[in-house]
């Protein structure tokens, strides 16, 4: 079964933080990298951040540099965004899939509010 469940966002000030949580399938997590990506209204779907299996290289978005930060537990399946001093322009709806070349499948998505 594919499966991708994405957890933890919320309306927050800006300046706040938010650790957001995906639980993925074996069949889409195990062995490979996995990435986070959102979405902001009106705008294409983007990447945010990047991790490789083994959890020792990541990669981020110009934009997030210094605030993110990804990470994953293998055991449990599941990859995390800590996101801190968070801005409004990081009002989006937050997705994780393997990255790069995610599959064609996502999940219903985390929606993250920033007020200035």
């Known amino acids: 079964q594919v499966q991708l469940v994405e957890s933890g966002g919320g309306l927050v000030q800006a300046g706040g933080s938010l650790r957001l949580s995906c639980a993925a399938s074996?069949?889409?997590?195990?062995?490979?990298?996995m990435g986070w990506f959102r979405q902001a209204p009106g705008k294409e779907r983007e990447f945010v951040a990047g991790?490789?299996?083994?959890?020792?290289?990541?990669d981020y978005v110009d934009s997030v540099k210094g605030r993110f930060i990804i990470s994953r537990d293998n055991a449990k399946n599941t990859v995390y965004l800590q996101m801190n001093n968070l801005k409004p322009e990081d009002t989006a709806v937050y997705y994780c899939?393997?990255?790069?070349?995610?599959?064609?499948?996502w999940g219903q998505g985390t929606q993250v509010t920033v007020s200035s």
């Open positions: 991790i490789n299996w083994s959890g020792n290289s990541r």
């Open positions: 899939n393997k990255s790069p070349r995610p599959f064609n499948y």
């Open positions: 074996g069949r889409i997590f195990r062995g490979n990298p």
